[in-house]
Nanobody, 118 residues
Framework: QVQLVESGGGLVQAGGSLRLSCAGS????????MGWFRQAPGKEREFAAVINLSAGSTYYADSVKGRFTISRDNAKNTVYLQMNSLKPEDTAVYYC???????????WGQGTQVTVSS
């Protein structure tokens, strides 16, 4: 059974930083692309960042490019999201997701709440 456990969220002032973690189990972590999505209140879930198997390639949504950095540690089955220069519009529940090379798989953790105050 695949489990994803996100952590690291919290309340931070605009301009601050947070580092999110997502620990995966029940899958061969190193064989999957990993990504972060977020869902703001009243909005649909949106893509934020993705990282390939070897962590050699990353891709970001325009809204977070230059401020967020995704990384992974395959030995720890963990993917991270370093978030700098946070803005109030980054307020959302953040989820990590698993991609099998063709599509995002329907595995969901509980998410971690990020709240950025102005």
């Amino acid at each position: 059974q695949v489990q994803l456990v996100e952590s690291g969220g919290g309340l931070v002032q605009a301009g601050g930083s947070l580092r999110l973690s997502c620990a995966g189990s029940g899958l061969t972590f190193s064989r999957h692309l990993m990504g972060w999505f977020r869902q703001a209140p009243g909005k649909e879930r949106e893509f934020a960042a993705v990282i390939n198997l070897s962590a050699g390639s990353t891709y970001y949504a325009d809204s977070v490019k230059g401020r967020f950095t995704i990384s992974r540690d395959n030995a720890k089955n963990t993917v991270y999201l370093q978030m700098n220069s946070l803005k109030p519009e980054d307020t959302a529940v953040y989820y990590c997701r698993v991609h099998d090379g063709s599509r995002w798989l329907d595995y969901w953790g509980q998410g971690t709440q990020v709240t950025v105050s102005s």
